[in-house]
């Protein structure tokens, strides 16, 4: 089967550093994906993780351990606009592209 | 290039009616999908399209139909509208269902109330 654990919220103030946490298990692993998504509006595409390792696109970053089954989303210099949801989405071989419930992140003034 | 395109945007049922949710794709993917996505909860896979004719189940499938008759289409049908079936639909598409999907695009949502 597949699972996904993500903390369900959390908070932080504007230009902090925020880590959001994703552990999975999921049969015939391809890679790790994050999205996006502001109240009312579609989850939009942030990063994919093929291989282990830190990728960077601009104040994001997201990083893989395949072997510890685990990858996080680092946002750098928060800002007011990055207060939405966040899911993580491991890809696999059985091609059910898997959502959990996200975490919910708050941007404080 | 219009990516997914999902109508309606709204709609409101009765209990017992069907209805088809239409998704449009126009970037030639093979992969498609079909999410609900409940208040403050996450997305739920309810069934998925590796390319034309071939279709799956997701984690949700009861009460829905699919088909994909061609790269571009995959309408989502209700058969007897319940109102456990109110939520926001979400279609997503990815250039390849072979693994390593990378980047879904998904459709802006449809909404639906089942009264």
């Known amino acids: 089967g597949q699972s996904l654990e993500q903390p369900s919220e959390v908070t932080a103030v504007e230009g902090a550093i925020v880590q959001i946490n994703c552990t999975y298990q999921?049969?015939?692993?391809?890679?790790l994906s994050w999205y996006q998504q502001h109240d009312g509006g579609a989850p939009t595409f942030l990063s994919y993780?093929?291989?282990?390792g830190l990728e960077e696109t601009g104040r994001f970053s997201s990083f893989l351990s395949r072997s510890d089954s685990y990858g996080y989303l680092l946002l750098q210099e928060l800002q007011m606009k990055d207060s939405a949801s966040y899911f993580c989405?491991?890809?696999?071989?059985?091609?059910?592209?898997?959502f959990g419930t996200g975490t919910r992140l708050k941007v404080l003034a | 290039n219009a990516g997914v395109t999902q109508t309606p945007k709204f709609q409101v049922l009765k209990t017992g009616q069907s209805m088809t949710l239409q998704c449009a794709q126009d970037m030639n993917h093979e992969y498609m999908s079909w999410y609900r996505q409940d208040p403050g909860m996450g997305l739920r896979l309810i069934h998925y399209?590796?390319?034309?004719?071939?279709?799956d189940q997701g984690e949700v499938p009861n009460g829905y139909n699919v088909s994909r008759s061609t790269t571009e289409d995959f309408p989502l049908r209700l058969l007897s509208a319940a109102p456990s079936q109110t939520s926001v639909y979400f279609c997503?598409?990815?250039?390849?269902?072979?693994?390593?999907?990378?980047?879904?695009?998904f459709g802006e949502g449809s909404r639906l109330t089942v009264l």
């Open positions: 399209s590796v390319g034309a004719g071939i279709t």
């Open positions: 999921t049969s015939g692993f391809y890679g």
């Open positions: 997503a598409s990815s250039l390849s269902g072979t693994g390593g999907f990378g980047e879904l695009f």
């Open positions: 993780n093929a291989l282990d």
């Open positions: 989405a491991p890809g696999g071989g059985t091609y059910k592209y898997i």
